[in-house]
């Protein structure tokens, strides 16, 4: 089993910054794979940032240029650096992981830190 759990949400003004963590624990070979989701009310779960194959990563069009995604190895930490904060970036963020892939459908969720970004 693995076990994620995100810190570091809040209340932010426009144009401010944030750093989400993600722990992760249990199987580490289960957690190869690690990323970020988010969703804003009435709205699907988007991919954020997420790391692929041979450490490469992939942003959404939308955060390109404000956020950088990053991992401790040693740690087993994922982090989220959000810059240059928009209202619109307002969402609950959820961590991912996945053996293969955590782009598409990855096996394992944290329960999610809520980022509001107020005008």
């Known amino acids: 089993q693995v076990q994620l759990v995100e810190s570091g949400g809040g209340l932010v003004q426009a144009g401010g910054s944030l750093r989400l963590s993600c722990a992760a624990s249990?199987?580490?070979?289960?957690?190869?794979?690690m990323g970020w989701y988010r969703q804003a009310p009435g709205k699907q779960r988007e991919l954020v940032a997420a790391?692929?194959?041979?450490?490469?990563?992939n942003y959404a069009d939308s955060v390109k240029g404000r956020f950088t995604i990053s991992r401790d190895y040693s740690k087993n930490t994922v982090y989220l650096q959000m810059t240059s904060l928009k209202p619109d970036d307002t969402a609950v963020y959820y961590c991912a992981a996945d053996p293969t892939r955590v782009d598409v459908r990855p096996a394992y969720w944290g329960q999610g830190t809520q980022v509001t970004v107020s005008s």
């Open positions: 790391f692929t194959r041979g450490r490469s990563t």
């Open positions: 249990g199987n580490i070979f289960d957690i190869n794979y």
